[in-house]
Nanobody, 124 residues
Framework: VVTLVESGGGSVQAGGSLRLSCAVSGDNDRTFSMGWFRQVPGKEREGVATILAGGSSRYADSVKGRFTISKDSRWNALYLQMNSLKPEDTAMYYC??????????????????WGQGTQVTVSS
């Protein structure tokens, strides 16, 4: 079982930056990939960025060039640096781990462990 705890959310004006962190504990030896997702009320959870153990990453088109996903050398921490934030980035952000599928996608169905979320609010 992998336990994930996000932090770093908050309120910021458009153009500002935030850095989200995800602390990972438990049996994470089988983790294939980890990712960040976001969700607003009434909409499906959206993939933001995902990363493999070797550091390869993928991003949603909406955040390319603005967001950067990173991790520590082992699956103990995951980060999301968010720059040039826009009001449309406002959402609850979730950290997720994929320990069961050897798939490298930004689909929520691939991820089996989730954090409780951290709110990001961007004002115009």
């Amino acid at each position: 079982v992998v336990t994930l705890v996000e932090s770093g959310g908050g309120s910021v004006q458009a153009g500002g930056s935030l850095r989200l962190s995800c602390a990972v504990s438990g049996d994470n030896d089988r983790t294939f990939s980890m990712g960040w997702f976001r969700q607003v009320p009434g909409k499906e959870r959206e993939g933001v960025a995902t990363i493999l153990a070797g550091g390869s990453s993928r991003y949603a088109d909406s955040v390319k060039g603005r967001f950067t996903i990173s991790k520590d050398s082992r699956w103990n921490a995951l980060y999301l640096q968010m720059n040039s934030l826009k009001p449309e980035d406002t959402a609850m952000y979730y950290c997720a781990a994929n320990t069961r599928r050897t798939l490298f996608r930004l689909l929520a169905e691939d991820y089996d462990s989730w954090g409780q979320g951290t709110q990001v609010t961007v004002s115009s």
